[in-house]
């Protein structure tokens, strides 16, 4: 590995805070996620098609998540791609609480093809399931109110309601999404979020008659003018793959069904196979929204035993947030890092990247530390964040219930 600046220029200081931050608010997603399992756990399609929208990290615009552009109703609109929601929105005229975006506020009134969902819909009822909050009547007209809270304090917050819109190509008539008025929380300068979940109201379930249930996505680095995809149904001759697919059952969680559940039976370390008696048992949830990888405490603590055993000779450098393993490597220009992979049911495995190894808190690289996190305790749920599945063509088949992982080069300029 190549130490090489992230070309953050003179925002050094306020980055490295706004780093702090947004890894604490990771922090508070992960709790929220927990929460949830805890919580709950007391048609065919025709004429598929697909559709290829670029897709970048959000950095530009002061997330760790990465985005897309679609156009809502004829205007463009970019927002935050996440595997771990349901309800796509964006922030919406007359907006009575708005945080700042990048681009224009979306205009219903300035869409012909826009309509409100009237609170006795099925659509309006199918709140609950999705977003675990029920859809509210309102007043002139009885339209029907959503609410979305997120795991660190971020919640949206208006109109339930649908018009055209277009995924690449691909258009999509009376798809339904939250028209935000009240919006609060760390969503960068993005116009909202993209909801690839399962419920009946995500991105997924409404196209599912146009891409059969499927998608796929290779997350890039966060350099400058670094571009991947998202990929919308099966067409894999978009693909560019350096390896062949290796594919997982996704487990089925009846009361936790909106979430992509996969089991992770195995991590090695360079080469080294790690022991620990909770693989194969261990459900493990696969979130595009979360950024560092959380693994069960015994695990985490194999894994970084071995890492430095393997990553020896270097000085250490003091944590950063919730990452423990950290080194100061400013004086070397090149050194070996430990190879990482996690191995899960029927023999799927998904090597991480390089890119997705070491987290660079300082770009001297005089503070730069192991990319993954212990959970507090062993009966939480492991989460595979998206810096780990960097340079991955990571393929979701809902209608086959498989996730597959490749190995692409995303991250070329």
């Not at 595997?83 to 300035?110: I, M, R």
């Not at 909050?133 to 959503?146: A, D, K, Q, S």
Request: charged share 20%.
């Amino acid at each position: 590995m190549k130490h090489r600046d992230y070309c953050y220029g003179g925002r050094d200081k306020d980055w490295n805070k706004l780093l702090q931050r947004r890894l604490i608010l990771d922090e508070f997603r992960i709790q929220s996620l927990q929460a949830r399992i805890k919580n709950k756990a007391s048609a065919k399609p025709q004429d598929v098609s697909d559709a290829r929208i670029p897709l970048t990290s959000g950095v530009e615009l002061g997330i760790l998540n990465y985005i897309v552009t679609v156009e809502m109703g004829g205007r463009k609109m970019t927002v935050i791609v996440d595997t771990g929601s349901d309800l796509t929105w964006v922030q919406c005229q007359p907006c009575k609480s708005c945080y700042d975006q990048k681009e224009p506020l979306f205009n219903p009134s300035a869409s012909t093809s826009y309509q409100t969902v009237s609170c006795n819909s099925s659509e309006c009822q199918s709140l609950e399931f999705a977003t675990g909050n029920t859809g509210v009547c309102g007043e002139n007209p009885p339209t029907c109110n959503y609410v979305v809270s997120y795991g660190d304090g971020s919640y949206t917050s208006g109109d339930l309601a649908n018009d055209h819109l277009n995924l690449g190509k691909t258009p999509v008539d009376k798809f339904i999404f939250g028209c935000g008025r009240y919006n609060k929380g760390l969503f960068g300068g993005a116009s909202g979020l993209m909801g690839l979940g399962r419920s009946s109201i995500s991105l997924v379930s409404q196209t599912s008659a146009i891409f059969d249930g499927f998608f796929s996505y290779c997350l890039p680095s966060t350099e400058s003018g670094a571009s991947g995809s998202l990929v919308l149904g099966g067409n894999s001759s978009v693909y560019n793959t350096s390896s062949p697919f290796s594919y997982t059952r996704m487990i089925p969680n009846p009361k936790l069904s909106t979430f992509y559940f996969l089991n992770l039976t195995g991590v090695s370390v360079g080469g080294v196979t790690l022991q620990d008696s909770s693989f194969g048992k261990t459900a493990m949830l696969i979130d595009s929204g979360t950024v560092i990888t959380r693994l069960p405490p015994t695990i985490y603590k194999a894994l970084k035993a071995e890492f430095q055993k393997q990553f020896t000779g270097f000085p250490t450098a003091p944590a950063f947030s919730i990452l423990d393993t950290c080194f100061n490597l400013s004086a070397y220009q090149e050194v070996d890092v430990p190879t990482l992979k996690l191995q899960f049911e029927g023999n799927a495995e998904m090597n991480v990247d390089i890119t997705g190894v070491f987290y660079f808190v300082k770009t001297d690289a005089s503070q730069v530390c192991l990319a993954l996190a212990s959970l507090s305790f062993e009966d939480e749920t492991g989460i595979i964040g998206n810096y780990q599945q960097r340079n991955q063509r990571v393929i979701y088949d809902t209608k086959e219930s498989k996730l597959g992982f490749a190995q692409e080069s995303c991250s070329f300029t």
